[in-house]
């Protein structure tokens, strides 16, 4: 059976050849082609997928997205934050316009600055994140037209309070904030190479002055006076800055500190240097009676701290190593390209309100002129050369001569001793900001503190 379907198979295969023209000769066709299989091309592999720079962009504070041309709407003074996902080389350049830019705090993964814009029309800035493998990608912005100084600023004032400065030197207003979120509000207007606010908390003579500095505002405000019932109002010295260090690592340093402590009890001062290391994540104080080097610091009064980011960018908490307890929080600013250590606000263990003030330890306290004001509500003129601090509130028929002297070969290099009599106070300075703090140890002077700005 088997062998009838296989010879009948094969006879239908030469049936089927024949009737085809094929088989073994005949007439007409000539030989059989055969019949070839072409077999397709193996598919081109597809190149690997480049990978996108992902950027992601900061306004204000707030996400921003690109308007309908794909570019982003920025006013002079306002922060702008781009961060990548991978490290890149940021390649920028204002496009014609006019528009600067102050670089605020720029990595490898993140681009900090703000615009300047001094003409009257808009102005644009391009900006290239250059990747590796030949990658790039485009960020354009607008930069509206405006002065530079507009915008919000953190307030650390001699009330030993923590405030929020609004101003609009176009429109000449401002509004101040407070940590409860009450508000006033008013205009200023020049007053001399200064500014003077005007406000209804104001009466008599009118103290209430600032000059800017860069991203920084220093002056003097009619603030709240501490535990005062019913609330009273008197001009305080105050910092107000937006150029907040950033990065953790750019904190080390070490700073001489003035800190004024307030209570319904009364007026308290600290003076003390302090160190910041460990990129950042160190801070040790010499808490001594004495006023030290840090490294000359008794053991026993060297307290260390352990620092972390708060979630509000440029701001740090001070925490116990050991318990993990919470001990404060603190900034550093760029204040005309000095670090300045700046803390404040109401402090639950001591149920007290402070201001702390740092500046960099310096090898020496060169001489200087400089206007400021302090917390007795008056402006201070201040004349100071290697041996003696004047300070002249009103007229030179007011003026106070203190004695200046170096403190002991353990003591800050860049701080001196003012005396007066009785009276003694510490004078530390950067280079554009003087300090004068009364000494603990007598009701005349502690609490008192003058902020001067070096002409």
């Not at 720079?53 to 934050?81: F, R």
């Not at 644009?124 to 002065?147: H, I, M, P, Q, W």
């Not at 404040?344 to 960099?360: E, K």
Request: proline share 6%; glycine share 12%; with cysteine.
């Amino acid at each position: 059976m088997r062998r009838s379907i296989g010879g009948a198979f094969s006879a239908a295969v030469v049936f089927a050849l024949a009737a085809c023209g094929g088989g073994g000769g005949g007439g007409g066709g000539g030989a059989l082609l055969p019949i070839g299989v072409v077999q397709a091309p193996a598919p081109t592999p597809a190149p690997p997928a480049v990978a996108e720079v992902n950027l992601a962009v900061e306004v204000g504070g707030s996400p921003a997205t690109p308007d309908g041309s794909g570019k982003y709407i920025v006013v002079p003074g306002q922060q702008v934050v781009v961060k990548a996902e991978e490290n890149v080389a940021w390649l920028g350049s204002a496009q014609g316009s006019g528009v600067t830019r102050t670089d605020v705090d720029t990595s490898a993964t993140r681009w900090v600055s703000r615009f300047a814009n001094p003409g009257t029309t808009d102005g644009s800035y391009k900006l290239v994140a250059d990747a590796s493998g030949g990658r790039t990608k485009e960020v354009n912005f607008v930069v509206r037209t405006g002065d530079y100084r507009n915008g919000d600023y953190m307030v650390y004032a001699a009330n030993g309070s923590r405030q929020t400065l609004s101003i609009d030197f176009d429109k000449k207003t401002y509004e101040v904030t407070d940590a409860a979120g009450d508000k006033t509000s008013g205009s200023f207007n020049p007053s001399g190479t200064r500014w003077g606010f005007l406000s209804s908390r104001i009466t008599g003579i009118n103290n209430a002055t600032f000059v800017t500095l860069k991203d920084n505002i220093v002056g003097a405000f009619p603030f709240a006076v501490p535990y005062s019932a019913p609330v009273s109002y008197s001009a305080a010295p105050f910092v107000a800055t937006r150029a907040f260090v950033l990065t953790q690592s750019k904190l080390d340093g070490t700073y001489d500190r003035a800190r004024i402590e307030i209570s319904a009890a009364g007026r308290e001062s600290a003076i003390a240097q302090i160190q910041i290391s460990g990129g950042g994540t160190v801070m040790k104080q010499c808490v001594d009676q004495v006023i030290y080097r840090v490294e000359h610091c008794p053991a026993a009064s060297l307290a260390t701290s352990s620092i972390e980011p708060d979630p509000v960018a440029g701001q740090w908490i001070l925490k116990n190593p050991v318990s993990g307890a919470t001990i404060g929080r603190f900034a550093v600013a760029d204040v005309e390209g000095d670090k300045v250590y700046l803390s404040g606000g109401f402090t639950p263990a001591s149920n007290s309100q402070i201001l702390a003030i740092g500046v960099p330890a310096a090898a020496s306290y060169p001489a200087f002129n400089a206007y400021g004001w302090a917390t007795d509500n008056s402006v201070i003129l201040s004349f100071v050369s290697d041996t003696q601090y004047v300070v002249s509130p009103t007229s030179p028929t007011l003026q106070t001569i203190m004695q200046l002297s170096s403190l002991s070969s353990n003591g800050p290099t860049g701080m001196r001793a003012a005396i007066n009599g009785a009276d003694v106070y510490f004078a530390m300075r950067s280079s554009k900001i003087d300090l004068l703090i009364g000494a603990r140890s007598q009701p005349t002077t502690r609490g008192f503190l003058h902020i001067g700005v070096i002409e």
